[in-house]
C-alpha cells in the first residue's frame, strides 16, 4: 500500500496527501522517500499544474515524526546515507520552481517539521493538537533532514536553540510569532486555504513576510551575539547531561558549522553527525524505550474488556488526589471527595489555575476548559460516589484509613464497579481484606507529581477479576501514562527495587561517606538526582517507614535497614516537606546555587569527618543493588517481562534513559561480569549484594535479557 497520493484540482494546484498504512498517524520511512520523487518530478513536468499543496488524510496529524523501527536498525553509515537522501528530496521541494505549501494540521513532529520547512509557505490550524517541535534530541538523534540548518536562520538562535537542545513544542500561535508559519486557519477548509495561498505565490501576489528581509540582516544570527549563545548554550548543555548524552553537543556543532560556514558545509555536518549519533548505543536505548512505552500503551492480547468509566472517584484532596483529578478531567466527570473543606477549597482552586494556564497557552481551547472545569465535583460526602465507574483512593498511607474509605465507597457504588487504592507499599490484598467484593480492588501507584510523572503500576492481587485490572490499566493509558502491570507483593516493583538503592546510601553514610560525594557519583552514573538529595524529596519519613516494612520483608537475603533514618525522623527530620533534612532549605536560595548540608544531621551520622570512597564504588553498591533487584523481580514473576522493568525503573525512578534501563544495562555489561562485581561486593559488604538466581543461571549460559 502507498504512503502518498496525488491529487490535481481544476486551478492549477497539485494536492500531495500523506495517509501512512495501517497507522493513525503519518511517519517518514524510506518507501515514502522513494514514493515521493517520482512524484515530484510529475508535478514539475506537467504544465497544467502552478503549485503544490502538502496534506494530510489523517485525522489530528501532519507527519509524527520518522519510522523508528527503521531507525534503531540502521547502522552509522546507513543513517548518513538515509539523511543526504533526505536533504536531496527536501532541497528539491524548497527549490521547485512551483511553490509548495505545507497545511499543517495537528502534529508536526521531527522530520514532519522537516518537510514542513522546506515547503515556500506554512499554513496552520489555530487549534490545540496543532503541535510543532524537535524531539530528536529526545531519542539521542539530532533532525537530519535539514532541521539544524533550516531552523535558525528562520526564527533565531534564541528560539531555535531550546527547540533544538530540548524538543520544546511549540503551538500554533506562537508559531506564527515566532515566523514558523506565515498564517493560520481554522481545520476546516485547510487544504482550500492552502490551495489559494499556493496559487498566489506562484502569481506573485503573494510573498511570505520573511522574504523581505535579506538573511543578513535578519537579527539574533550575526557572529558577536552567535558566539556567545553557542557558548552559553555549551555551558547549559553540560550542566544538564554531564555529557552524558551526546545529541545536545552535536546539535550544537551542526548549528555552528552552518552559521560560519554555510547551509551546504552544515547539511553535511548533520548528515555525519546523524550517523554517528543513530549508530551510538545511547541512541539504541532511548529509541528502544521510546518503542517500549508506546507497546505499553496498547491492549495485551487476550485481555478482558475494560469497564468504560464514565465517571471518576478520587478519595483525598492532597496532592495526589489533586494531581489524579487534572490528569482525569479530560476524561469526563469527576467526584473529588476529602473529609476537610479546606484541603477541597485548595484543590479545586489549584485545578482551575492549572486549566486557566493551559487555556492561556493555547493547549485547551476555551470550551474544553470550562466543560472540564464544570465536570469537577469537590465534596465532602460519600454518597457523591454513587454512580462512579471507578474510584481511585489517594488518602495517607495507613492501612486502617484506607479499608476505611473502601468501606465507605462499597456502600454507595456499583457492585461491579472498580476501586484502586494508590499505594506506594502497602500489599493490596491487605487493603481488600475485609472488603465486599475483594476481586475488583486493584493497585494504581501514581508518581509525584502526578501530572508530569509519565508512569503508572497497576498492582494485581491474587484474584483480581481480569476486567478490573484491564479497567485500571485501560483508564491510566486514557489519562497519558506508560502503564506496567505488576504483582502485588512487597513494595511491588518499583519500590521495591528502589528501597536498597536507598537503603545502602544510608549505610554508606554510616560508613563516613561524604553526603555530596555520594550524590555526585550517581549524578555522574546518570542519574537525574542524587541519592541523598532523593531522600529528602520522597521524605525521611515514608523512605523510614518503607525501608523498615521492606526490610523485615527481605531480612533473609541480609536486607536489614539502617536504623539511621528512623533516629532522623523521631528527631523530627522530614525532609524538604519540612525544610529539615539531609540538605538546608531556606526560603531564598540563588537559582543555580549549592545546596548546602545541614550541620545537624552530622551527630546521626558519626560526626562531620567523613572519608573519601572511590567514585565507582559509591556507584556500584548502590546502581547494581538495583539492577539485582529487578532481576530478581523478573524471576519471581512481578513484572512480566524485561521491557517493562526497564520502563518501570526509566519513568518511575529516573534509572539513566541512556542506559536503557537495568536489564538493557545488564545486557551492555555482561551477565557474567555483573556476577563477577556482585560476588566481590557481596564479599565486601554482605549477602545483601548476592547475584539473583536468574542472572547467575544466564552468566552460565551467556544468555541476554534481549536476545
Given at each position: 500500500?502507498?504512503?502518498?497520493?496525488?491529487?490535481?484540482?481544476?486551478?492549477?494546484?497539485?494536492?500531495?496527501?500523506?495517509?501512512?498504512?495501517?497507522?493513525?498517524?503519518?511517519?517518514?520511512?524510506?518507501?515514502?522517500?522513494?514514493?515521493?520523487?517520482?512524484?515530484?518530478?510529475?508535478?514539475?513536468?506537467?504544465?497544467?499544474?502552478?503549485?503544490?499543496?502538502?496534506?494530510?488524510?489523517?485525522?489530528?496529524?501532519?507527519?509524527?515524526?520518522?519510522?523508528?523501527?527503521?531507525?534503531?536498525?540502521?547502522?552509522?553509515?546507513?543513517?548518513?546515507?538515509?539523511?543526504?537522501?533526505?536533504?536531496?528530496?527536501?532541497?528539491?521541494?524548497?527549490?521547485?520552481?512551483?511553490?509548495?505549501?505545507?497545511?499543517?494540521?495537528?502534529?508536526?513532529?521531527?522530520?514532519?517539521?522537516?518537510?514542513?520547512?522546506?515547503?515556500?509557505?506554512?499554513?496552520?490550524?489555530?487549534?490545540?493538537?496543532?503541535?510543532?517541535?524537535?524531539?530528536?534530541?529526545?531519542?539521542?538523534v539530532?533532525?537530519g533532514?535539514?532541521?539544524?540548518?533550516?531552523?535558525?536562520?528562520?526564527?533565531?538562535?534564541?528560539?531555535?536553540?531550546?527547540?533544538?537542545?530540548?524538543?520544546?513544542?511549540?503551538?500554533?500561535?506562537?508559531?506564527?510569532?515566532?515566523?514558523?508559519?506565515?498564517?493560520?486557519?481554522?481545520?476546516?477548509?485547510?487544504v482550500?486555504?492552502?490551495?489559494?495561498?499556493?496559487?498566489?505565490?506562484?502569481?506573485?501576489?503573494?510573498?511570505?513576510?520573511?522574504?523581505?528581509?535579506?538573511?543578513?540582516?535578519?537579527?539574533?544570527?550575526?557572529?558577536?551575539?552567535?558566539?556567545?549563545?553557542?557558548?552559553?548554550?555549551?555551558?547549559?548543555?553540560?550542566?544538564?547531561?554531564?555529557?552524558?548524552?551526546?545529541?545536545?553537543?552535536?546539535?550544537?556543532?551542526?548549528?555552528?558549522?552552518?552559521?560560519?560556514?554555510?547551509?551546504?558545509?552544515?547539511?553535511?555536518?548533520?548528515?555525519?553527525?546523524?550517523?554517528?549519533?543513530?549508530?551510538?548505543?545511547?541512541?539504541?536505548?532511548?529509541?528502544r524505550?521510546?518503542?517500549?512505552?508506546?507497546?505499553?500503551?496498547?491492549a495485551?492480547?487476550?485481555?478482558?474488556?475494560?469497564?468504560p468509566?464514565?465517571?471518576?472517584?478520587?478519595?483525598?484532596?492532597?496532592?495526589?488526589?489533586?494531581?489524579?483529578?487534572?490528569?482525569?478531567?479530560?476524561?469526563?466527570?469527576?467526584?473529588?471527595?476529602?473529609?476537610?473543606?479546606?484541603?477541597?477549597?485548595?484543590a479545586a482552586r489549584?485545578?482551575?489555575?492549572?486549566?486557566?494556564?493551559?487555556?492561556?497557552?493555547?493547549?485547551?481551547?476555551?470550551?474544553?476548559?470550562?466543560?472540564?472545569?464544570?465536570?469537577?465535583?469537590?465534596?465532602?460526602?460519600?454518597?457523591?460516589?454513587?454512580?462512579?465507574?471507578?474510584?481511585?483512593?489517594?488518602?495517607?498511607?495507613?492501612?486502617?484509613?484506607k479499608r476505611?474509605?473502601?468501606?465507605?465507597?462499597?456502600?454507595?457504588?456499583?457492585?461491579?464497579?472498580?476501586?484502586?487504592?494508590?499505594t506506594?507499599?502497602?500489599?493490596?490484598?491487605?487493603?481488600?481484606?475485609?472488603?465486599?467484593?475483594?476481586?475488583?480492588?486493584?493497585?494504581?501507584?501514581?508518581?509525584?507529581?502526578?501530572?508530569?510523572?509519565?508512569?503508572?503500576?497497576?498492582?494485581?492481587?491474587?484474584?483480581?477479576?481480569?476486567?478490573a485490572?484491564?479497567?485500571?490499566?485501560?483508564?491510566?493509558?486514557?489519562?497519558?501514562?506508560?502503564v506496567?502491570?505488576?504483582?502485588?507483593?512487597?513494595?511491588?516493583?518499583?519500590?521495591?527495587?528502589?528501597?536498597?538503592?536507598?537503603?545502602?546510601?544510608?549505610?554508606?553514610?554510616?560508613?563516613?561517606?561524604?553526603?555530596?560525594?555520594?550524590?555526585?557519583a550517581?549524578?555522574?552514573?546518570?542519574?537525574?538526582?542524587?541519592?541523598?538529595?532523593?531522600?529528602?524529596?520522597?521524605?525521611?519519613?515514608?523512605?523510614?517507614?518503607?525501608?523498615?516494612?521492606?526490610?523485615?520483608?527481605?531480612?533473609?537475603?541480609?536486607?536489614?535497614?539502617?536504623?539511621?533514618?528512623?533516629?532522623?525522623?523521631?528527631?523530627?527530620?522530614v525532609?524538604?516537606?519540612?525544610?529539615?533534612?539531609?540538605?538546608?532549605?531556606?526560603?531564598?536560595?540563588?537559582?543555580?546555587?549549592?545546596?548546602?548540608?545541614?550541620?545537624?544531621?552530622?551527630?546521626?551520622?558519626?560526626?562531620?569527618?567523613?572519608?573519601?570512597?572511590?567514585?565507582?564504588?559509591?556507584?556500584?553498591?548502590?546502581?547494581?543493588?538495583?539492577?539485582?533487584?529487578?532481576?530478581?523481580?523478573?524471576?519471581?514473576?512481578?513484572i512480566?517481562?524485561?521491557?517493562?522493568?526497564?520502563?518501570?525503573?526509566?519513568?518511575?525512578?529516573?534509572?539513566?534513559?541512556?542506559?536503557?534501563?537495568?536489564?538493557?544495562?545488564a545486557?551492555?555489561?555482561?551477565?557474567?561480569?555483573?556476577?563477577?562485581?556482585?560476588?566481590?561486593?557481596?564479599?565486601?559488604?554482605?549477602?545483601?549484594?548476592?547475584?539473583?538466581?536468574?542472572?547467575?543461571?544466564?552468566?552460565?549460559?551467556?544468555?541476554?535479557?534481549?536476545?
Amino acid at each position: 500500500m502507498k504512503s502518498l497520493s496525488l491529487l490535481r484540482r481544476k486551478d492549477g494546484v497539485a494536492v500531495l496527501l500523506f495517509d501512512t498504512p495501517k497507522l493513525p498517524v503519518n511517519v517518514l520511512s524510506r518507501a515514502l522517500v522513494d514514493e515521493v520523487s517520482p512524484l515530484m518530478e510529475e508535478i514539475e513536468k506537467d504544465e497544467t499544474v502552478v503549485a503544490c499543496v502538502l496534506a494530510s488524510a489523517k485525522a489530528d496529524s501532519f507527519i509524527a515524526g520518522a519510522n523508528l523501527d527503521e531507525v534503531v536498525a540502521m547502522s552509522a553509515a546507513g543513517a548518513e546515507a538515509v539523511s543526504r537522501a533526505a536533504h536531496a528530496w527536501l532541497d528539491r521541494i524548497e527549490a521547485s520552481p512551483k511553490p509548495v505549501v505545507a497545511a499543517i494540521h495537528g502534529a508536526a513532529l521531527g522530520g514532519g517539521l522537516e518537510v514542513a520547512l522546506a515547503c515556500r509557505y506554512r499554513l496552520a490550524t489555530d487549534h490545540p493538537k496543532t503541535v510543532l517541535a524537535f524531539p530528536e534530541v529526545m531519542l539521542g538523534v539530532l533532525p537530519g533532514a535539514g532541521g539544524t540548518q533550516r531552523l535558525v536562520p528562520l526564527v533565531g538562535l534564541t528560539r531555535a536553540l531550546p527547540m533544538l537542545l530540548a524538543g520544546k513544542r511549540i503551538r500554533a500561535r506562537q508559531a506564527l510569532r515566532y515566523g514558523l508559519v506565515d498564517a493560520l486557519t481554522s481545520p476546516g477548509g485547510l487544504v482550500e486555504t492552502a490551495a489559494r495561498a499556493a496559487l498566489a505565490l506562484a502569481k506573485g501576489e503573494l510573498v511570505p513576510d520573511r522574504d523581505k528581509v535579506p538573511l543578513a540582516d535578519r537579527p539574533l544570527v550575526v557572529a558577536p551575539f552567535r558566539s556567545f549563545a553557542l557558548g552559553k548554550a555549551r555551558q547549559a548543555v553540560m550542566r544538564k547531561t554531564r555529557g552524558l548524552y551526546p545529541a545536545p553537543l552535536e546539535i550544537l556543532a551542526c548549528v555552528e558549522k552552518g552559521l560560519e560556514s554555510g547551509r551546504a558545509a552544515g547539511l553535511e555536518e548533520e548528515a555525519v553527525r546523524f550517523g554517528q549519533l543513530v549508530g551510538s548505543p545511547e541512541a539504541k536505548n532511548l529509541i528502544r524505550l521510546f518503542a517500549a512505552m508506546t507497546d505499553l500503551k496498547k491492549a495485551p492480547k487476550g485481555e478482558a474488556a475494560p469497564r468504560p468509566v464514565r465517571k471518576l472517584g478520587v478519595l483525598g484532596a492532597g496532592l495526589m488526589g489533586e494531581g489524579i483529578a487534572a490528569v482525569s478531567l479530560p476524561l469526563g466527570p469527576v467526584v473529588l471527595r476529602d473529609v476537610n473543606e479546606e484541603t477541597l477549597t485548595r484543590a479545586a482552586r489549584s485545578l482551575r489555575r492549572g486549566l486557566d494556564r493551559r487555556f492561556k497557552s493555547g493547549a485547551l481551547a476555551r470550551v474544553e476548559r470550562d466543560r472540564q472545569w464544570y465536570g469537577l465535583t469537590p465534596t465532602s460526602r460519600p454518597e457523591a460516589l454513587a454512580g462512579a465507574d471507578l474510584v481511585i483512593e489517594a488518602v495517607f498511607e495507613d492501612l486502617g484509613l484506607k479499608r476505611k474509605v473502601l468501606a465507605e465507597a462499597e456502600a454507595v457504588i456499583a457492585d461491579d464497579a472498580v476501586f484502586a487504592s494508590n499505594t506506594s507499599a502497602l500489599p493490596i490484598r491487605e487493603i481488600a481484606a475485609k472488603a465486599k467484593r475483594p476481586e475488583r480492588v486493584v493497585g494504581m501507584h501514581y508518581f509525584s507529581p502526578v501530572p508530569k510523572m509519565p508512569l503508572l503500576e497497576v498492582v494485581v492481587p491474587e484474584g483480581a477479576a481480569p476486567r478490573a485490572v484491564a479497567t485500571a490499566r485501560a483508564f491510566g493509558v486514557a489519562q497519558g501514562k506508560t502503564v506496567i502491570v505488576v504483582k502485588d507483593g512487597p513494595g511491588f516493583y518499583t519500590t521495591r527495587i528502589l528501597a536498597p538503592y536507598i537503603n545502602e546510601a544510608v549505610t554508606l553514610l554510616d560508613e563516613k561517606a561524604d553526603i555530596r560525594e555520594l550524590d555526585e557519583a550517581l549524578l555522574a552514573f546518570g542519574f537525574p538526582v542524587g541519592p541523598v538529595a532523593l531522600l529528602d524529596e520522597v521524605g525521611i519519613d515514608v523512605a523510614a517507614h518503607v525501608s523498615t516494612d521492606l526490610g523485615k520483608a527481605f531480612e533473609a537475603r541480609g536486607t536489614s535497614p539502617s536504623p539511621t533514618l528512623k533516629r532522623l525522623f523521631d528527631a523530627g527530620f522530614v525532609g524538604r516537606k519540612g525544610a529539615k533534612g539531609f540538605y538546608l532549605y531556606p526560603k531564598e536560595r540563588k537559582p543555580g546555587a549549592p545546596k548546602e548540608v545541614d550541620p545537624a544531621v552530622w551527630a546521626f551520622l558519626g560526626g562531620e569527618t567523613r572519608r573519601s570512597f572511590p567514585a565507582e564504588d559509591l556507584a556500584d553498591r548502590l546502581a547494581l543493588l538495583m539492577v539485582n533487584e529487578a532481576v530478581w523481580c523478573l524471576d519471581e514473576g512481578i513484572i512480566a517481562s524485561a521491557r517493562d522493568g526497564d520502563a518501570g525503573a526509566v519513568l518511575g525512578l529516573g534509572f539513566p534513559p541512556f542506559r536503557g534501563g537495568p536489564f538493557r544495562y545488564a545486557d551492555a555489561v555482561g551477565a557474567r561480569s555483573l556476577v563477577e562485581r556482585l560476588t566481590e561486593l557481596a564479599d565486601a559488604h554482605g549477602a545483601r549484594f548476592k547475584p539473583a538466581p536468574l542472572l547467575s543461571a544466564m552468566a552460565k549460559k551467556g544468555k541476554l535479557f534481549y536476545p
